[in-house]
């Protein structure tokens, strides 16, 4: 599976961004699927993670209630719908899938991974 993440950007502290990660490859929706992020100089951080299904979520507390992750396996899609964003959420930001359908933070269990989009919140 190939995977492609788009949507990035500049906004302003409070406004919202919608990444979408586009997949190719007929196996999409057996996978879990998560979005990380990499601030210059920082590791990458988990962000949020969604079952195969999108029955089952996860998110790190630093996003819970401002950031919604979103998957339609129909359109091999998967979305971060990121609102009252802050600077600190300026990173890049990368989406990934897991063959074996785990959506957690452990970024070693992914086996795919997008380019990552840019995104930078000013204050």
């Known amino acids: 599976v190939r995977l492609q993440a788009f949507g990035g950007g500049l906004v302003q502290a409070g406004g919202s961004l919608r990444l979408s990660c586009a997949a190719s490859?007929?196996?999409?929706?057996?996978?879990?699927m998560a979005w990380f992020r990499q601030a210059p100089g920082k590791e990458r951080e988990f962000v949020a993670g969604?079952?195969?299904?999108?029955?089952?979520?996860y998110y790190v507390d630093s996003v819970k209630g401002r950031f919604t992750i979103g998957r339609e396996n129909a359109k091999n899609t998967v979305y971060l719908q990121m609102d009252s964003l802050k600077p600190e959420d300026t990173a890049a930001y990368y989406c990934?899938?897991?063959?074996?359908?785990?959506?957690?933070?452990?970024?070693?269990?992914?086996?795919?991974w997008g380019q990552g989009t840019k995104v930078t919140v000013s204050s």
């Open positions: 969604i079952s195969w299904s999108a029955g089952s979520t």
């Open positions: 990934a899938r897991s063959s074996g359908g785990y959506y957690g933070p452990q970024y070693r269990a992914y086996d795919s």
């Open positions: 490859g007929r196996t999409f929706s057996n996978g879990g």
